[in-house]
């Protein structure tokens, strides 16, 4: 090869293509995307300048994954896992995926919610090292020259946070980058975007929380949000330089607060390929629930009512996806949204009231009011009661016991995640309702016995959806992302869902078969993108090898 030039591949439009890289010596050990550790064999360790930086001990990668998990699994506690794998991934990439995939049930706790939750509030103090971009609102101006300085040209997906909604954790400025990093990793995971193609960038507009500014470890600015005109003016510059700098990129944007989520989403969302997770993705999750709990009730989507508890971001987005299915069911637009209640912290959202935010105004029916949760359920008979509220313990033995006294089967989903903020346990809503109910939860529980009976609660984990949505639009090359792939991919992924997993209660399909989960989400997304003459990239006669073609497997390059 000469001069210790290494090739490596990467994913590009369907091929693999092969990507010159000249490093040797020292400096390939800390390059995260090259380094093999103590699997680099013998000719390498020679043609690399490496010889005698290694134990002279050559092992596979089988043999070093035995290493991983014996060490990682003898951490005591869920942060020190997560702390081990991000400096797994700082140190060797490709170990750290196969690590990941090959024990997907077991980390997605840890590298997504509810751990990475606790890892954000503890970010600027186990911060190790830069991953990543942090664009501040002092870059105004420069934004595009920023984006830059990031080495990989050929980026396709874009996760972005501003910090100021974390979960249900609040506002955590600059903390927040955990989120994003999260969620990268998991659409290398979990769909096989290759790592060189995935960014995460937290934009800095200061923070609210006054613990931060006091913290003298906090990484961002120590100042109050940014908001207005200033505000507006940074993300405008920043949307339009990520699409200038990284033209074939979606950017997904990620628990910003609900104040901008929504706008941001209606004004972007026809100008470049973009899209909101904690409104779409958690509502394509949520549907795909649905859809499975009404196989088990043997009712149909047009026979539902809806209580929502929680009018922000998520419940509104999960709303106006049901919207969407019941209307491509039979039911006029208004006849669909009647079908859908909410309940805020001040009540039932009636049309009487004059505090509703834009939001909330379409859901706001003519009906009495209703000052909280269970006289909401007592007034409005929901079928499914749907929490994602943030709050926790708010679904009480009285609401869910009157739910479970109107429905024979009553669809209970917890949805509000970490877990400290969910609004029943996975035991609570089982033997409240007597085993009655099917529950899903939005992070993990263990399975419940009762009565004789063995339950076992799906998580409706966003990463059921987003990997594969953004697979399919970038091997289509999708030029929008639109509802009804969100829609399709809510019943790509019920369809998914086994009879024997209906049997346990589950509604969700196991996470250990992710990758095949992604991949039909991919398909039934790509089929949207040339249906809807969205797709820049030609139509494959063979569309599944085609996108699997594209799947980043974590496995040791030969560098001979």
Request: proline content about 5%; glycine content about 8%.
């Amino acid at each position: 090869m000469g001069g210790g030039a290494i090739v490596s591949n990467v994913p590009n439009g369907g091929t693999q293509t092969r990507r010159r890289v000249r490093t040797r010596g020292e400096a390939i050990l800390h390059d995260p995307s090259l380094n093999k550790g103590t699997a680099f064999t013998e000719d390498e360790r020679d043609i690399l300048g490496i010889r005698g930086l290694l134990p002279p001990r050559v092992f596979t990668e089988e043999e070093q994954l035995v290493r991983v998990m014996s060490n990682y699994r003898r951490k005591t506690s869920n942060l020190d896992k997560y702390i081990f794998l991000i400096g797994l991934e700082d140190r060797n990439e490709t170990l750290f995926y196969r690590a990941l995939i090959d024990n997907i049930e077991e980390m997605m706790p840890i590298v997504y919610t509810p751990t990475v939750g606790e890892a954000c509030k503890e970010f600027a103090h186990i911060w190790r090292r830069p991953r990543g971009m942090f664009i501040s609102s002092r870059d105004r101006g420069r934004v595009a020259q920023i984006l830059r300085n990031w080495p990989e040209a050929d980026v396709r997906m874009i996760v972005v946070t501003d910090g100021e909604r974390i979960l249900g954790l609040g506002d955590l400025g600059a903390d927040g980058m955990g989120i994003p990093i999260g969620k990268l990793s998991l659409y290398t995971a979990c769909a096989g975007i290759h790592p060189t193609q995935c960014l995460p960038i937290t934009l800095d507009v200061g923070t609210d929380n006054e613990e931060l500014i006091k913290d003298p470890l906090y990484i961002g600015l120590r100042q109050k949000r940014v908001r207005g005109e200033e505000y507006d003016a940074l993300l405008g510059e920043f949307v339009a330089a990520a699409h200038e700098v990284f033209p074939r990129a979606v950017l997904q944007f990620e628990d910003f607060g609900n104040r901008n989520a929504f706008r941001l989403l209606r004004q972007y969302r026809d100008q470049m390929c973009c899209f909101n997770d904690d409104i779409q993705g958690t509502a394509a999750v949520a549907l795909a629930g649905i859809y499975s709990a009404l196989r088990i009730t043997g009712r149909t989507l047009l026979e539902q009512r809806f209580l929502f508890l929680g009018a922000g971001e998520a419940g509104i987005g999960i709303a106006d996806l049901l919207v969407l299915a019941m209307v491509q069911a039979g039911l006029s637009l208004e006849e669909a949204r009647r079908r859908c209640f909410f309940v805020d912290s001040k009540g039932l959202v009636v049309k009487s009231r004059t505090d509703l935010q834009d939001h909330k105004r379409r859901y706001a029916h003519e009906h009495p009011p209703a000052p909280d949760l269970l006289n909401a359920v007592t007034a409005t008979k929901p079928t499914a009661l749907i929490g994602v509220s943030g709050q926790p313990q708010t679904f009480t033995q009285p609401v869910i016991e009157t739910m479970a006294r109107i429905n024979a089967r009553p669809i209970i989903f917890a949805l509000s995640n970490p877990t400290s903020k969910a609004e029943c346990t996975a035991l609570q809503a089982y033997s409240w309702s007597k085993g009655a109910c099917i529950f899903a939860c939005g992070s993990p529980f263990d399975p419940v016995e009762f009565e004789g009976r063995r339950f076992v609660p799906g998580q409706g984990n966003n990463a059921y959806i987003f990997p594969g949505l953004g697979l399919g639009v970038i091997a289509s090359g999708g030029r929008r992302v639109t509802d009804e792939m969100f829609a399709i991919s809510a019943q790509a992924l019920a369809n998914r869902v086994r009879e024997e997993d209906l049997a346990t209660g589950r509604v969700y399909p196991p996470l250990s078969e992710m990758r095949r989960t992604s991949l039909e989400i991919a398909k039934a997304v790509a089929k949207v993108a040339y249906a809807q003459d969205l797709a820049s990239e030609p139509e494959p006669e063979d569309l599944e090898s085609f996108i699997r073609a594209q799947m980043y497997e974590p496995t040791y390059q030969s560098y001979v």
